[in-house]
Structure formats: C-alpha cells, structure tokens
C-alpha cells in the first residue's frame, strides 16, 4: 500500500516569494491534515479536512496561508507571501474517516526555508 | 481541550539501559493516547496506540507504554536501548470534538544513545 506522498521535499525561497505544497493521501483515507512542524517543536495542525469540506482551520493564518483540497483526493497548501518565521517542515498526514482512535499517517514532509 | 506535556527536551541513555521518556496529557473525555517516532527528515511513524482495554501496550522495536488514568499519564519504556532508537518522539493525545478526532501533540523528546 503506498503511504502519503508529498512534494516538493525541500524548498528554498525568499521573503515575501509564494510557494506551494502537494500532498497525495493514502487512497481510501477521507480526512487530510496538514501540519506545521517548526524546528524543536511538536507538529501544529493547520488544517483538518474531511473529504472536501474543511472542519478545522483555526489554527491557520489565512492572511497568508490557504489550502485546498479538490474532489476529496490530493491537496494543496499555499503560502503568499511568506516571512521568515514560516520556515518549517509541512507534514501532510491522513486517516480513515472516522480515524481509527485518531491514529494518523505521515508523509515525508516539506522543508520550507524562508531567507 | 486537550493537551500533552513531555517532560525533558533531550533524553540520553546508554546503549543497553532503560529508556524513559515522559508524558502527561489532559483530556475532558477518556482520550486515545499515542507515542510517534520521527527519525531525521522523516515523517512521523506510530509507534504505539492505547484505545481501550490493558493498559500496558507493546509497539514496535521493543518499545511499550502504560496508561495511568490516576496519574493522567502515559509513559513510553524500554528496557534496553539500541543506537537505532536515536530519534525524536512524539506524544499525542486524541478526542472527538465537534463531530471529529482532534489529535494535539507534545513538544516532543530528542532521544540520544550514547554507545
């Protein structure tokens, strides 16, 4: 069974530049979340959907940050424009619907550095 | 709302001691409890799970944890480390909320086995 993919590995912008992030979920699962995970830090999700429809993004900054997730499969989140403190790992993770107990499943993750 | 507390940022062991690494969560309903594993530019894999039941569980690479409900805490073990434990650990804790599982994360333990 393949695992979540998520592209690119690694991305080096500049301040203010945009950039994009794919997450490809494990075929089958309905709930998609996407995760910021800064450097010495637990992971902090940023956005929770659940087939197309999102059911938590309280923790986004949507000045900024927006994702999406079309006909429930692959998502994207996009960053514009981004500042320094957005460097991180972006974890793309998902899960049965309902998740089983809440166990998750991650991809490699997105390494962001903003100069 | 639910939180996660892990005790010590950094954690270092003797190749072959006991590894212990600390967790204590916070939970209005009776939580699912789970410890992840991280190693370098990886994403998170799970390690174990606690649901229902015994409240010792076994996971993988030798690792187990306990589930102490007077304690609120959920401790994960080891009897004897392996240089290939080196890694970061990760406790969640998970509720339903709102119609779905939140799933809210320590800070995370950096493991070091020193040979």
């Known amino acids: 069974e393949a695992g979540v993919a998520q592209s690119p590995r690694y991305k080096i912008i500049e301040k203010r530049q945009s950039v994009a992030f794919w997450c490809n979920p494990i075929?089958?699962?309905?709930?998609l979340y996407w995760y910021q995970q800064i450097l010495g830090q637990g992971p902090k999700l940023l956005i929770q959907?659940?087939?197309?429809?999102?059911?938590?993004d309280s923790q986004l900054p949507k000045d900024r940050f927006s994702a999406e997730r079309l006909k429930g499969v692959d998502s994207t989140l996009k960053i514009q424009p981004a500042k320094l403190e957005d460097s991180a790992v972006y974890l793309c993770?998902?899960?049965?619907?309902?998740?089983?107990?809440?166990?998750?499943?991650f991809g490699e993750g997105s390494r962001l550095t903003v100069l | 709302a639910q939180s996660v507390t892990q005790l010590g940022s950094h954690v270092s062991v003797s190749e072959g001691a006991l590894v212990l690494l600390r967790c204590n969560y916070s939970?209005?309903?009776?939580?699912?409890l789970f410890w992840y594993v991280q190693y370098p530019n990886q994403g998170l894999q799970l390690l174990l799970k606690y649901t229902t039941g015994a409240t010792l569980v076994k996971g993988i690479n030798g690792f187990e944890a306990e589930f102490k409900k007077s304690e609120t805490s959920f401790h994960l073990t080891k009897p004897s480390a392996h240089m290939s434990d080196a890694a970061e650990y990760f406790c969640a804790v998970s509720e339903a909320s709102g119609g779905y599982q939140k799933v809210t994360f320590g800070t995370g333990t950096k493991l070091q086995v020193i040979p």
């Open positions: 939970s209005s309903v009776p939580p699912y």
């Open positions: 959907f659940q087939n197309n429809g999102v059911v938590d």
């Open positions: 075929s089958g699962h309905a709930t």
């Open positions: 993770a998902s899960s049965l619907d309902p998740p089983r107990h809440g166990e998750l499943f």
